[in-house]
Nanobody, 128 residues
């Protein structure tokens, strides 16, 4: 069973940068596609970014393109989200996700339904 633990959230000011990390455990040696999503109060969960098994293919949500960068370190079983030029509208709980429900390691999902395992989330608050 896959476990995901996010870290790095916090309170920052608009324009600041922040890096989130997600540590994956439970399936050593398996390189899952992974992603980040976020959910603000009263809103649906939103796709932020995803990355394929070897880190060579990435996708981003429209609202974060050019500001956020997803990367992974398979040796450490971690995925990171570098967030630059943060805006108050980036305020949300950020969730790490991994593993396709179908077990397909080659497809990189871009929807919440495309991921089977989720972390507990980390709060990011951007003040204006």
């Amino acid at each position: 069973q896959v476990q995901l633990v996010e870290s790095g959230g916090g309170l920052v000011q608009a324009g600041d940068s922040l890096t989130l990390s997600c540590a994956l455990s439970g399936r050593p040696g398996v390189r899952f596609p992974m992603g980040w999503f976020r959910q603000a109060p009263g809103k649906e969960r939103e796709f932020v970014a995803s990355i394929n098994w070897n880190g060579r293919i990435t996708f981003y949500g429209e609202s974060v393109k050019g500001r956020f960068t997803i990367s992974r370190d398979n040796a450490k079983s971690t995925v990171s989200l570098q967030m630059n030029a943060l805006k108050p509208e980036d305020t949300a709980i950020y969730y790490c996700a991994a593993e396709s429900p179908t077990g397909n390691l080659l497809v990189t999902p871009r929807t919440a339904q495309g991921f089977a395992s989720w972390g507990q989330g980390t709060q990011v608050t951007v003040s204006s």
